[in-house]
């Protein structure tokens, strides 16, 4: 799956508040990879991806501002939220491309120049179904040895996410430019 090539004519809307209730059959998840802009815009352009924002999870602070996140006095890493259609675009895809494409699943506490806690890498999973699809995929993934760096991604029950303020959503549709992170071309984990 190639989500580097952008698709300039899917725009998705930043989740409304109250999306995971009213979605009805639309599913959400969450990934924490590094600098939030890149990997939000990665999944953006997924097709089946019908929304997303980006915000704080996994730590102690309630309703963190990026300043307090970035003091890493907080415990949360910047993290994004997906909602998406499961009959265009399902978990198990999701997770391949965020593990595969969207970022470096072996660096931790950090992607490329961004280093701090708030950068690691994390799939935040909201049921037993998504815990059991990562921890299948990160196995997959170590078995074949694909990139000969031990994978540090971290599992994780979803936590309370705090959404970001507005100049980080969907930060490249709005400033231009590309995703800081992430390798042109994508696979991190190789081909």
């Not at 998406?84 to 494409?101: G, K």
């Not at 059991?132 to 170590?142: F, G, H, Q, S």
Request: proline share 6%; charged share 20%; hydrophobic share 35%.
């Amino acid at each position: 799956m190639d989500i580097t090539s952008p698709s300039p004519d899917l725009i998705t809307p930043l989740v409304p508040e109250a999306a995971t209730a009213a979605a009805g059959n639309q599913e959400t998840a969450a990934f924490a990879g590094g600098c939030f802009w890149g990997v939000e815009d990665a999944f953006r352009r997924l097709p089946g991806v019908v929304a997303t924002r980006v915000g704080y999870a996994g730590g102690h602070t309630e309703r963190p501002t990026y300043r307090q996140v970035c003091s890493h006095t907080t415990g949360h890493a910047e993290t994004v939220e997906v909602v998406y259609d499961p009959a265009r675009v399902s978990y198990e895809q999701l997770v391949t491309a965020f593990l595969v494409d969207i970022h470096d699943p072996t660096q931790l506490n950090r992607q490329g120049p961004d280093v701090g806690d708030q950068y690691r890498s994390a799939i935040f999973v909201r049921d037993r179904g998504q815990r059991e699809v990562a921890e299948r995929i990160i196995r997959e993934l170590t078995a074949q040895n694909r990139s000969h760096h031990p994978i540090v991604t971290e599992i994780t029950d979803a936590p309370q996410f705090w959404e970001a303020e507005e100049y980080h959503q969907q930060y490249f549709e709005k400033q231009g430019g590309g995703a800081c992170h992430l390798p042109v071309g994508g696979r991190w984990m190789g081909a």
